[in-house]
């Protein structure tokens, strides 16, 4: 054979075992790409899953406070009823319920721990079954949503606003009443009174209002 043929054969064979390593390495790279993308779809759809879960899926708190506030005028007919205990006066407060102010306001403040619909939406004032309603009724229902949720009460503080009557001689029966609906220790409830120094509705004796802060612990 010529020299030039056989340079042709090599050149050949050369081209021919370049191709094929070629071709091959391309099929590897193929199938290191699709198997890295498979990997990266799973791992996305995992992400999303997780972040999807994040976002419906709430929080459990260890500690969670809410604050509630109710006020009511005070007018004649009416009795007074404060933190589920009668107490003597000329005048009781004008509601739809009995007009609890206090239970009012404890029952907000648990429910707005909850980060849950308030009182006037859970039993709205438009509902005549409601009309009359012992208040103790709306507040063991947010008990009962609390220990859904797991929790029990840490402490409450609360502070009634009054002008008159003077409720200093009442406190204690309150304070152990309230203790009971929330199933709770005494020694977690606070029950302070006040008056309004003679301003504003509350201060004319004309209504009621009442402050609560309460701290709520998951178990």
């Known amino acids: 054979w010529s020299q030039n043929k056989l340079k042709g054969m090599f050149h050949r ?12 390495s391309c099929t590897r790279v193929h199938h290191m790409t699709a198997a890295r993308t498979a990997r990266q779809r799973t791992l996305g759809v995992r992400a999303q899953a997780a972040v999807t879960a994040s976002e419906t899926a709430a929080p459990v708190l260890p500690y969670r406070v809410g604050h509630g506030f109710d006020l009511h005028r005070l007018a004649e007919g009416y009795k007074l009823v404060i933190g589920g205990i009668e107490i003597p006066h000329t005048k009781g407060c004008e509601a739809h319920s009995d007009g609890d102010v206090l239970l009012h306001t404890i029952t907000d403040a648990i429910l707005g721990a909850l980060c849950m619909p308030d009182i006037g939406q859970l039993f709205p004032d438009t509902d005549p079954k409601w009309q009359g309603a012992r208040s103790d009724i709306f507040l063991s229902e947010a008990v009962r949503l609390m220990e859904q949720q797991g929790y029990t009460v840490g402490n409450i503080d609360c502070t009634i606003i009054a002008e008159r009557p003077k409720l200093s001689p009442h406190k204690e029966v309150i304070r152990a009443n309230v203790a009971k609906l929330l199933k709770a220790h ?10 309004h120094e003679k301003v504003d509705s509350i201060g004319e004796g004309r209504s009621i209002g009442c402050h609560a802060v309460i701290m709520l612990i998951h178990t």
């Open 13 to 24: 064979q050369h081209a021919f075992q370049t191709g094929r390593q070629v071709n091959t």
């Open 186 to 195: 005494p020694s977690v409830v606070n029950i302070k009174a006040k008056t």
